[in-house]
């Protein structure tokens, strides 16, 4: 083959190649799913999204998926508000106005501007300079030379001191660039613990001050501009300093809970470094939308290419999910407690909130899509949802998470105030998804029963994705 054909040839598949991305933007409807090559244009005004000439209205929207999320977090500082959302920034500066005190924040996110936010909208900021993360390994590291039998280890195949460590980081930091991103997930999962922590909402916290590992509660007594903060201890009294650039985080006493959207339509948007948004898009230019939150009066700004998905919650439909998240509303029955008591199984594979069942809890998958919405369920489970007669239809996606390690087998049944609804229908492993759409109007107890296939219990992972109940 010439070099002329050859790159040709190779042009001819990198095209090919974009045009198959190009059409992986996928629409979910409470009409069914499409894809689709060109993106979206947003018209507020209309509450509706347009594709070409196929016009969707926000109300009949489940999500919209433009591309999919990079595994790597963004840069700065990770800043965690109080409704659960999450995006990326700059923490430039502090101020304090009136009794309240200000962050100052420079973020895509705020269209590349600087904007002073208050922390009562904020519920703590993690740092994800990698330079703190090596330090914190290399104080680590020395700990371990001091207590090993020499006082030395074996650091990249070289016997080292303490003090030969120090030495080595002064003037090659780079060598602990490893361990220094291994620290970052160790911490980052910690720092996570430590933001859903019961006592976390009762007190400020400080965490990872000059390489300790525990964390310090109390109060925050103030940061200044230098953004060096000084924290009153809960039990001593006494006073903790240090300045946030060279701490891992902190977090914040929550004072009020958000006040949420209530019945106006509203979205979830995912970012694709992992954010998460919530709010109200209020408008729309150039290929950036701007999302109030309901946060402390935050507005976003987002570009549509910094997006991954769009989750749409409005008036004409609920996901079953968050109807589930009332525990008066949803009674669950699990293979351990009616087929083997004493068994583990139920406990290891409780029905899941827009999870899988499987080991690691991941996300609902199927076809080779993944799913952020709906209910995750192992054979034997029976779900009953009290919904009240106040919807019309049920619509999910059923099937084998993809990712099982051997092929399952499952059956679905759904009832409405006992009368059978879905006949015994199986599901397996590699099969297309079940498309679930049954009448419920009137009904006021929906209960859905995923039963033994062929082969047992075994590997019967079953997802509901996108299970919503139909205004």
Sequence with gaps: MSRALKV???????????????????????????????PPKIDVERQSIKFGDREYPWKYLINIKLRPLQNRPGKGYKIFLRNGDLFYGDIVGASIEGTDLFLKIKSNFFGGEVRSVSINGIAGVQNLNLKVYMQRALATLQRKAKNAPFGRIDFHGKPMTAEELQELFDKQPDKFAAEGEKELARTSNDFARF????????????????????????????????????????????????????????????????????????????GVR???????????????????TDIAGITLKLSMDDIAEIIFFNGSFVFLSDLAEDGAKVKA??????????????ESFPWQRDRSTMEKRPPLKLNGKIYRKGIGVHSHSELTF??????????????????????????????????????????????????????????????????????????DHCDLANAILVK
């Design 8 to 38: 040709l040839t190779l042009l001819g598949v990198m095209l090919a190649c974009g045009a198959a991305m190009a059409a992986d933007i996928e629409v979910s409807s409470v009409q069914g799913e499409a894809s689709y090559a060109k």
């Design 386 to 459: 009290q919904i009240g007669g106040a919807y019309k239809r049920f619509k999910a996606l059923a099937g084998i998470h993809d990712d099982v390690p051997k092929p399952g087998n499952v059956t679905i049944e759904i009832y409405g105030d006992g009368k059978e609804m879905l006949k015994k229908t199986t599901v397996k492993s590699g099969d297309k998804p079940l498309a679930i759409d049954v009448d419920v109007t009137g009904v006021k107890e929906l209960k859905i029963v995923v039963d033994f296939g062929e082969g047992g219990y075994h590997n």
């Design 274 to 292: 992992g954010e998460v948004v919530t709010g109200q898009i209020t408008s729309e230019k150039d290929g950036v939308i701007e999302v109030k």
């Design 333 to 346: 029955v699990e293979y351990g407690d009616i087929c083997m008591p004493g068994t583990t199984t139920s």
């Design 195 to 270: 933001m859903k922590d019961k006592k976390r909402w009762e007190y400020d916290f400080f965490y990872g001050i000059k390489g300790r590992e525990t964390e310090a509660y109390g109060l925050i007594d103030r940061i200044d501009d230098n953004l060096n903060v000084v924290l009153v201890w809960e039990t001593s009294k006494k006073e903790v300093s240090g300045n946030l650039k060279d701490i891992v985080g902190l977090g914040f006493k929550a004072d009020e809970k958000p006040s949420g959207f209530g019945a106006e339509p509203y979205v979830k948007i995912l």
